[in-house]
Nanobody, 120 residues
Framework: QVQVVESGGGSVQPGGSLRLSCSAS????????MGWYRQAPGKQRELVAT???????????SVKGRFTIARDNAKNTVSLQMSLQMNSLRPEDTATYYC??????????WGQGTQVTVSS
């Protein structure tokens, strides 16, 4: 079992920045990759960014160049830490952001989500 918890959401004006954090605990040794997804009202959940244990990253076209995903690969046997630095935020980035941890056997765990609102 893996427990996933996000933090760091909030409200910001267009052009502003926010940093989201995710902590995964439990059976963390089989987690790879980790990622961020988001879901806006009335829309499907979509990929934002992913990162592997080796540091390989992928981004959706809508956030490329503005968002940066990072993973703490320190030898912490208790939890895995991941972040999403979001710059130059736009109103269309408004959504609930979810942290996803995928085990190597394909089992997926989700956090409860954190709200990001970009509005003037």
């Amino acid at each position: 079992q893996v427990q996933v918890v996000e933090s760091g959401g909030g409200s910001v004006q267009p052009g502003g920045s926010l940093r989201l954090s995710c902590s995964a605990s439990g059976s963390i040794f089989r987690i790879d990759p980790m990622g961020w997804y988001r879901q806006a009202p009335g829309k499907q959940r979509e990929l934002v960014a992913t990162i592997t244990s080796g540091g390989k990253t992928t981004y959706s076209d809508s956030v490329k160049g503005r968002f940066t995903i990072a993973r703490d690969n320190a030898k912490n046997t208790v939890s895995l830490q991941m972040s999403l630095q979001m710059n130059s935020l736009r109103p269309e980035d408004t959504a609930t952001y979810y942290c996803r941890a995928r085990q190597t056997d394909g089992v997926v765990y989700w956090g409860q989500g954190t709200q990001v609102t970009v509005s003037s």
